[in-house]
Every structure is written in structure tokens, then in C-alpha cells.
């Protein structure tokens, strides 16, 4: 089946650092990329979609200039976490969803688990 | 906007006990649903999806999910669960005009024992 790969699975940085997330699909065309962010016993919370060669949409609440996504091809998504603070600690996770997925699930990586010190 | 609520949040079962997981939706359009499946250390996996149609879905490892348009639920069910299923899973919607953002509960972590 369809595979998205995300790295780093998980990464440690200091206060005040950028992190960079990498989303790719192996082996599908993903049109439209989603960014989830999850909290301990929390369930995910949609940050942003971004499609290939357009700007990021994100949810309410979500600081575009903190979270940067960039969807440069259809295989690839990032998203920089920039000037990292401890509360941005948490389990990203991205999902990718093909040109012929409709409303069928989406992909998803294995997340990456932020901390930041 | 729309809302999932899963009303467990942890539910510990013996091997070969039945299963049923609540999830309930806020929305008053059409949904498509999903239950979703995380192993310990792995990503999300998709268990069954309804669209349409039949309102009994059938997924994998033996999973299945009724969804009741009128109690707007979507409930997950095994009759006989193994060690092997002890995970979180996650019940999401998605409301129809939302470019396919899903929604999720808060997830349910079972845990069955021996």
C-alpha cells in the first residue's frame, strides 16, 4: 500500500532553534498534504493542508509565521518549526493523499516527536 | 464545526471478550467516517471507512463499525479481541466541504490481557 514517510521520527533541540519535518510519499503523487499535531492523551489537531505549489492553509490558532510548510513537489512537504519553545514540544504527524483519493483515507507517517529544551 | 467524541478512554479487556468502542459526531451533513488503529511505536493505520451505503462496515482483523445516522454514532466492534489488538484507536469524520480535513476524537487505548 501507499507509504509516507516522515523524518526525523524524533529530534531534540534547544529553545530558540528551527526544526525542519520532512513528509514524503514513496510511492504515490500526493496532491494535498496535512500536518497534525498531537498532544499526550490528546487527540490530532489539524494544523494545516498544503498543495503542491501553493501557499499552506492553516487553522485557526495556528501561527503561519512559526509553523512553516512548504509543498515543493508531489512527494515532498516540510514543515519548520522555527524558534522552537518548550510548548512547542509535541508528535507531529503528516498525512499525504493521492490525485485519485477522493475523500478516501489518507496516508500517514510515523510522526515526529518534538522536544524541545 | 464539526466534533468527535469517544467517550472511553482506556478499556482493558481479557482475551476473547467482545469489543465496542463509542464514537459519536456533531455534524448535520453528510460524514464519511473512519476508525483508525496505532500500534505501540507504529503510525496510523486505517481499520474501515464508511461512505455510503450499507451502514454496517466490515474492516480488517475482524473490526466492524455500524454507523447510526440517527444516534449520529459510529461504533467499533470485535466479538472476540486478542492481545494483538491492544492499541489506540481513533474514530474520525470527515463533513462533506472540508477538502477532506479529518476530525478526530480523542482516541481510546485498549489494552487486552492475557
Known amino acids: 500500500g501507499a507509504v509516507v514517510s516522515q523524518h526525523p521520527s524524533w529530534v531534540i533541540c534547544k529553545s530558540g532553534t528551527s526544526v525542519k519535518i520532512e513528509c514524503r510519499s514513496l510511492d504515490f503523487q500526493a496532491t494535498t498534504m496535512f500536518w497534525y499535531r498531537q498532544f499526550p492523551k490528546q487527540s490530532l489537531m489539524l494544523m494545516a493542508t498544503?498543495?503542491?505549489?501553493?501557499?499552506?492553509?492553516?487553522e485557526q490558532g495556528v501561527e503561519k509565521d512559526k509553523f512553516l510548510i512548504n509543498h515543493a513537489s508531489l512527494t515532498l512537504s516540510t514543515l519548520t518549526v522555527t524558534s522552537a519553545h518548550p510548548e512547542d514540544s509535541s508528535f507531529y504527524i503528516c498525512?499525504?493523499?493521492?490525485?485519485?483519493?477522493?475523500?478516501?483515507?489518507?496516508?500517514f507517517g510515523n510522526g515526529t516527536r518534538l522536544t524541545v529544551t | 464545526a464539526q466534533s468527535v467524541s469517544q467517550h472511553n478512554h482506556h478499556v482493558i479487556l481479557s482475551e476473547a471478550a467482545s469489543l465496542e468502542l463509542g464514537c459519536n459526531y456533531s455534524?448535520?451533513?453528510?460524514?464519511?467516517l473512519f476508525w483508525y488503529v496505532q500500534y505501540p511505536g507504529q503510525h496510523l493505520q486505517l481499520l474501515l471507512k464508511?461512505?455510503?451505503?450499507?451502514?454496517l462496515v466490515k474492516g480488517i482483523k475482524g473490526f466492524e463499525a455500524e454507523f447510526i445516522k440517527s444516534k449520529f454514532s459510529f461504533n467499533l466492534r470485535k466479538p472476540s479481541v486478542q492481545w494483538s489488538d491492544t492499541a489506540e484507536y481513533f474514530c474520525a469524520v470527515i463533513a462533506t466541504g472540508t477538502a477532506s480535513k479529518l476530525t478526530f476524537g480523542t482516541g481510546t487505548r485498549l489494552q487486552v490481557t492475557l
Open positions: 464508511y461512505f455510503s451505503g450499507d451502514p
Open positions: 498544503s498543495n503542491e505549489g501553493s501557499k499552506a492553509t492553516y
Open positions: 455534524y448535520g451533513g453528510t460524514v464519511n
Open positions: 498525512s499525504a493523499q493521492g490525485w485519485d483519493s477522493g475523500n478516501s483515507p489518507l496516508h
